[in-house]
């Protein structure tokens, strides 16, 4: 929305018991508008809907700030949200507007060209392939100082180089104002490196505006594919730490009742979720560091167990029981947080691919200087071809959906660090088992 000029005054709506919006003044409306929506239809507003609901569940007068994706702008402001009776009455004031951000999340889980818009060896051309913009650090690769390139054309910049087919996926890409990736390139004031380049096209109403990239070291060959990923990995941890951290903080608050007087089942259910985020930090903090080595001494049944609990309400939410029998302590060489990221992992991905109504098992044993923990679901099982590809990063079963593929390499990396392992018996229909193996104490 184009910023009004009563930008500083309150703005009202109201939405009912079915979260329409179903009253709203210019401002709210056009915010609505733009998102998809209607006046009478459901609010599209996502941080307006989760202040609505927390004001709901505590039946308190919340105020929050929020942001909404307008056409021309993103837009900060302070929702203030009051239940009456079965509606919810809105009032946002101090607005601020800024240049739209691009997506980030989507980008960097698609793994396409936009992995970090404004990120390390990233560029920008116009129409005519003359450059708008050079990263200071593809810049220092080049040998150029800051802005010297800027207006430049492309291949004055670049040397392109035709691929394995004799192709230029630029010029062809270019022709048709479309994507492009693969295009061999090396500087044009030296022979080395050689570059790989990769863009997106940018339309604004249907017209094309140039080209928006990025620049990987390495070529088809594969050499460039580990900085490629070091790069989505180091994308993905800027995208989530910042919001967990608040998820953190958030909850934690909430279990504290620092905000006001809550029901006691609210302020455990913010104990869960400060756990849950906390582990999910653990996670982050695995993708690039070092695994925790062997040597201390845990309860694979006991974590196991503690495991389980921080899934319970995915499990609730899926219909799906966990069945964990008492069992005797069952020790094993290893470190805590890596056996419970693990664990929570498999236990995970058992609860996300079991149908509703049916039942995922864990069990122990011991064996041969081992202690095993199995997980057993009654999923779709996974095809043989599958079952080491799984294990590598960014690689799903066959018609895997929601995850990004780094949980099984994580969890595999984390156990053979132990000294221990990560074993799957599975065939197509008949469910998955998959074992954390450690060495036993």
Same mark, same amino acid.
Request: aromatic content about 4%; overall charge negative.
């Given at each position: ?28 409306? !056009? ?39 307008? !056409? ?73 100082? #800051? ?79 580990? !900085? ?121 991905? !058992? ?28 999923? #779709? ?46 065939? #197509? ?13």
């Amino acid at each position: 929305m184009a910023e009004p000029a009563g930008a500083n005054r309150a703005v009202f709506g109201r939405v009912d018991s079915h979260d329409r919006l179903i009253d709203a003044d210019a401002e709210l409306a !056009a915010l609505q508008l733009e998102a998809g929506g209607s006046i009478g239809g459901k609010l599209l507003l996502p941080q307006v809907s989760a202040v609505i609901r927390v004001a709901r569940e505590l039946d308190i007068t919340v105020t929050r700030r929020a942001m909404a994706a307008g !056409a021309d702008n993103d837009v900060e402001f302070w929702v203030t949200a009051t239940p009456e009776a079965d509606e919810v009455a809105l009032s946002i004031d101090r607005w601020s507007f800024r240049p739209p951000a691009a997506p980030r999340l989507e980008a960097i889980l698609a793994g396409g060209p936009e992995l970090r818009p404004t990120a390390a060896a990233s560029w920008s051309a116009d129409e005519r392939l003359r450059l708008t913009s050079l990263s200071s650090d593809l810049a220092a690769l080049l040998s150029l100082a #800051p802005g010297e390139a800027i207006g430049q054309p492309l291949t004055k910049i670049f040397r392109l180089e035709e691929d394995e087919s004799g192709d230029f996926p630029i010029l062809a890409a270019a022709a048709a104002q479309d994507d492009f990736s693969g295009q061999l390139a090396r500087p044009r004031n030296g022979e080395e490196p050689l570059l790989t380049l990769s863009a997106t096209a940018i339309n604004t109403d249907g017209r094309f505006e140039g080209y928006r990239g990025l620049v990987s070291t390495g070529g088809p060959d594969g050499s460039g594919k580990d !900085a490629q990923r070091e790069a989505v990995e180091s994308a993905l941890d800027d995208a989530l730490r910042s919001p967990l951290d608040k998820i953190i903080r958030s909850a934690v608050r909430i279990s504290q009742r620092s905000e006001g007087p809550l029901r006691g089942d609210y302020a455990a259910y913010a104990t869960d979720i400060a756990a849950a985020a906390r582990h999910l930090m653990e996670v982050m903090s695995s993708m690039g560091g070092d695994a925790a080595g062997a040597g201390k001494l845990v309860d694979l049944a006991s974590l196991a167990d503690e495991s389980a609990g921080l899934l319970s309400s995915a499990a609730e939410q899926k219909i799906v029981k966990v069945e964990l029998p008492s069992n005797a302590p069952l020790m094993a060489h290893g470190d805590r947080s890596a056996v419970i990221q693990i664990l929570v992992n498999l236990i995970g991905n !058992a609860v996300r691919h079991s149908p509703e109504g049916s039942e995922v098992s864990v069990t122990f044993e011991r064996s041969n200087g081992f202690a095993e923990v199995h997980v057993r679901d009654c999923g #779709p099982g996974i095809d043989p071809a599958d079952q080491e590809r799984i294990f590598e990063r960014f690689e799903k079963a066959s018609g895997a959906l929601g995850n990004t593929g780094l949980g099984l390499a994580i969890s595999r990396r984390l156990a053979r660090a132990m000294g221990g392992e990560i074993l799957v018996e599975s065939r #197509p229909g008949e469910g998955a088992c998959f074992t954390l193996r450690l060495p036993a104490a």
